[in-house]
């Protein structure tokens, strides 16, 4: 394994606030992810970009270095199905985006520093060479980082993001967020999202809420991100577009994940983005919204063992079962 980086708090002793990693492995188990080690993850205080303090997830492992890069809103531990399900095959490290989850609030929440702190982070892991996964906002700020500096990526994943995606698909969810007041506390936002969706697993929408969720010194609770943060949405679209243009700079072998009943992402776009990359494929993971990673993890799990066994030299063995019913296609005249 890599030597770690200093500062590391043990997840269970003074780490910071989250889901309780003691629920994850029923809940994973139920989901259909597989795995042999359910020892929580280590806590990492990383350096971003300017310094800024980083928090991440190290899931260890002693297979090849892989990032994971959360959608906006969420925090590191959405990912914490898939690296679950990944230690065995990948030294699994899952980060909070600045101003998420328990990484320091800024001042700066540029797209570009986002991107610089992929640099950082590598930097500070001490890996020269890394595949990068990303998910909605983390999805795009990998693929302008694997563009500006395609030597440092070994492979890249995008998780239902791309050109073409359909800014109404997240109606729902940005109208939830409108509606509820944190301040009431986990339990009232678990009652709102059930009262949303009544057929929903109560026990993971509870790990969910969790896992967003903080509370204040003085006892309040708040969403795990910065409230500050205004998001210009024209200009997150115009950089979702120049993705076609990123795509051509990057020759590492490159993934397209479109979730099955995503209504973001379509699957022509999928598609589209693809054929941009040099060595591009896209996949389709079955019943699994815009958030892939929590809805069917052990699909999402099931496509990236597949593409990283297909597509990288050395890359990590497959131990997951084939039933997933998982899509993958790689476009014409490639």
Known sequence: MTSPPDDIVEAGCAGPQGADFVALPSLARRLGVKFDDATPPRHLSLSGAGDLRLHALDWGGDGPPTLFLHGGRLTAQTWDYVCLGLRSQVRAVALDLRGHGDSDRADDYAFESHVADVGAVLDGLSWPKAHLVGMSYGGLAATHFAAAAPHRV?????????????????????????????????????????????????????????????????????????????????????????????????????????????????????????????????????????????????????????????????????????AQDVTTERPPGH
């Open 154 to 322: 070994a492979s890249l994943v995008a998780v239902d993001v791309g050109p073409g995606v359909v800014f109404e698909g997240t109606a729902r969810m940005r109208g939830f967020f409108q509606r509820v007041d944190p301040a009431e506390g986990p339990e009232a936002m678990v009652e709102a999202a059930m009262q949303t969706s009544p057929l929903s697993d109560r026990e993971r929408i509870a790990y969910r809420m969790a896992a967003m969720m903080r509370r204040r010194d003085g006892g309040a609770w708040r969403w795990a991100l910065d409230e500050r943060r205004v998001i210009d949405f024209p200009a997150l679209l115009a950089k979702t577009d120049e993705m076609a243009v990123a795509a051509e700079r990057i020759r590492a072998p490159c993934l397209v994940i479109r979730g099955g009943r995503s209504p973001v992402f379509p699957e022509t776009a999928a598609m589209r983005l693809a054929s941009r990359f040099a060595n591009g494929a896209w996949a389709v993971v079955p019943d699994a919204g815009h958030n892939v990673q929590e809805d069917n993890p052990a699909g999402l799990i099931a496509a990236l063992s597949d593409f990283w066994r297909l597509s990288c030299p050395r890359s990590p063995r497959r131990t997951v079962s084939a």
